[in-house]
C-alpha cells in the first residue's frame, strides 16, 4: 500500500512538472488552441460514446420489436392450428436473418426454420401461454454476433406450444461501428479547425497586448511622457492599457520630480562649492606649517571630488532633460585615447599604462567621447593592481577602443548591472578615491547617444569594449 502510495504522489508530481513545462515553453495562443482542442474532444468523446449508446439502444429495440412481431405471427398461426401459415412463418424473408422454432408440449422441436434443422432448441425461456420473455445469447452455430431470442407461450389443447423466435444483432453491431467509425474519422478535422480558430481569435484579441508590450519595451527614462495605445473596446485589455498609462503618469511625473531636484541641487551646490574651491586654493599658497599643508590638501582632494560629482549629476540631469549631445564632428580617437594615456600616467605613476593606439577616425562629439573615455580610464586605473591597457582599433567596421585593468574584475552576472546609475559593486566608497557610481552610466548614455554600444568582454581583470561608428571620411 504505502508503495502504491508513493507511486501515485510521484505520478502527480511528474503530471504537474509537465503541465509547468508546457506552459512555461508554449505561448498563451497556442496553449489556448490546445486546451479549446481537449476540452472539444472530451466533449466530442462523451457526446459520441451517448449518441453510439442510444443509436445501438434503439436499433436493438428495433430487432426485438421485429422479433416480437413475428413471434406472435407464428403464435397466432400455431393457435389457429393452420400448418400452411406455420409454413410459409418458418420461411424466412430475403435479407432477413431470423431463425424460428417450435418447440411441442414435450419440449421438442416439431418445426423450425431451414437453418436450424436437426438443432436443439434456441433457448431454455419457457414462458406460459400468453407470455412473452426475451433475452439475449449467443447461439452456438452462429458466428461472434450475439442474437436476441424471444419466446411466446401458445396454450394448444391440455399443453403449451413454445415459439423461439432469434434476430441477429449482426445489422445493429455493423450500423453501431459504421457511426462510431464515421465520428472518430470526423474529430481530427474538427479538432483542427477549432484549433486554428481558436489560434486566431486569441491572436487577434492579443494584437491589443502586444501593442501595449512593444510600446512600453521602447519607452526609456527620457521617454516617460510616452503612453501605450488604448483599444476602442471597454475590455480587459482596454483596462490594462489605461492602468499602464496611470503608471505612467506616475513614474513621469516622479522623474520629472526627480531630474528636477538633482538639476536644482547641483547648480546650488555649484556656487558655494566653487567658493570652498577658492577658498582651499588660496590656502595653499599661504605659509602653513605642522599637519597643516597635509589637511589642506585632503580637503582639495575631497572638494575636487565632490565637484566631479556634481559635474557628473549635471551631466546626467541634461541627458535625462535634453539627452546627450548630438554633433557629428570628425573626432580621432586614438587622440582621445593618448591624451588619457598621459593623464592616467602622470596621476597614478604607480600603474604601468600599455597603450596601442592605431589611427581612428569616428563621428561625434569630441568634448562628449572625451568624458566618456575618461569615464572608463578612471574606472580602470581605480580598480588595477598594477596595469592598465588602452588599445584603439579598428573592428568589424567599427571605430574600437578597449580600456582594461588587471584588478579583480566582474562578475558574469554583474556586467550589465555595473551600467546602472548609483551601481557599485566594491566597498571602494569607502576609500578616498572611491568613484560615484555614474561614471559607467553617464559613458553608456553618450556613446548610445553616438550609435554606438559599451559592453564588458569576458577575460581576466575588467575589460570593456567601446564600438563607435566610423567617421566618412575614414572609409
Not at 431470423?98 to 422441436?109: A, F, H, N
Request: hydrophobic share 45%; charged share 25%; proline share 5%.
Amino acid at each position: 500500500m504505502a508503495a502504491d502510495g508513493g507511486s501515485t504522489v510521484m505520478a502527480r508530481g511528474s503530471f504537474r512538472r509537465t503541465v509547468r513545462w508546457v506552459r512555461s515553453r508554449l505561448g498563451v495562443r497556442l496553449r489556448s488552441a490546445l486546451a479549446a482542442a481537449v476540452v472539444v474532444a472530451l466533449a466530442f468523446a462523451v457526446g459520441a460514446a451517448a449518441f453510439v449508446y442510444v443509436a445501438r439502444a434503439d436499433l436493438a429495440g428495433n430487432v426485438d420489436a421485429a422479433a416480437r412481431q413475428r413471434a406472435a405471427e407464428v403464435a397466432s398461426a400455431v393457435a389457429a392450428g393452420d400448418q400452411t401459415a406455420i409454413a410459409q412463418t418458418l420461411k424466412p424473408s430475403p435479407g432477413e436473418q431470423t431463425l424460428v422454432q417450435i418447440l411441442g408440449t414435450s419440449g421438442r422441436v416439431e418445426a423450425a426454420s431451414a437453418a436450424l434443422a436437426g438443432a436443439a432448441p434456441l433457448s431454455p425461456l419457457r414462458p406460459r401461454p400468453g407470455e412473452v420473455l426475451h433475452e439475449q445469447r449467443m447461439l452456438p452455430f452462429a458466428d461472434e454476433d450475439p442474437y436476441r431470442v424471444v419466446a411466446e407461450g401458445v396454450a394448444v389443447g391440455s399443453g403449451t406450444t413454445i415459439v423461439l423466435v432469434a434476430q441477429s444483432l449482426r445489422p445493429v453491431n455493423e450500423s453501431t461501428e459504421a457511426v462510431a467509425a464515421i465520428l472518430a474519422a470526423g474529430l481530427p478535422p474538427m479538432l483542427l479547425v477549432v484549433g486554428a480558430a481558436v489560434f486566431l481569435f486569441v491572436g487577434r484579441s492579443l494584437q491589443a497586448v502586444e501593442a501595449i508590450r512593444r510600446r512600453v519595451a521602447g519607452i526609456t527614462a527620457r521617454d516617460l511622457h510616452a503612453r501605450v495605445p488604448v483599444p476602442t473596446a471597454h475590455d480587459e485589455v482596454a483596462a490594462l492599457a489605461e492602468t499602464m498609462n496611470s503608471m505612467l503618469d506616475r513614474l513621469d511625473t516622479a522623474a520629472a520630480s526627480q531630474r528636477r531636484f538633482v538639476a536644482d541641487a547641483s547648480h546650488e551646490l555649484r556656487s558655494p562649492l566653487a567658493t570652498l574651491q577658492a577658498g582651499l586654493d588660496r590656502l595653499a599658497l599661504a605659509p602653513l606649517t605642522g599637519t597643516t599643508p597635509e589637511l589642506v590638501g585632503l580637503l582639495r582632494d575631497e572638494a575636487e571630488r565632490l565637484g566631479r560629482l556634481v559635474s557628473d549629476l549635471l551631466l546626467l540631469a541634461r541627458i535625462d532633460e535634453h539627452g546627450p549631445t548630438r554633433r557629428h564632428d570628425d573626432v580621432d580617437l586614438d587622440d582621445l585615447a593618448y591624451t588619457e594615456r598621459s593623464r592616467i600616467a602622470a596621476r597614478r605613476p604607480d600603474l604601468t599604462v600599455r597603450a596601442h593606439l592605431a589611427p581612428v577616425r569616428v563621428a561625434g562629439d569630441a568634448h562628449d567621447l572625451s568624458r566618456a573615455l575618461r569615464n572608463l580610464t578612471d574606472n580602470a586605473a581605480r580598480h588595477a593592481r598594477s596595469q592598465v591597457s588602452l588599445e584603439v582599433s579598428v573592428h568589424d567596421g567599427w571605430g574600437c577602443v578597449e580600456v582594461g585593468d588587471d584588478g579583480p574584475g566582474v562578475p558574469e552576472d554583474q556586467r550589465e548591472r555595473i551600467f546602472d546609475r548609483f551601481v557599485r559593486l566594491d566597498d571602494s566608497r569607502a576609500r578616498a578615491d572611491g568613484g560615484s557610481g555614474l561614471g559607467l552610466p553617464i559613458t553608456r548614455e553618450i556613446i548610445a547617444a553616438h550609435g554606438g554600444t559599451v559592453q564588458v568582454v569576458p577575460g581576466p581583470g575588467m575589460t570593456v569594449r567601446v564600438l563607435l561608428p566610423l567617421s566618412r571620411t575614414a572609409h
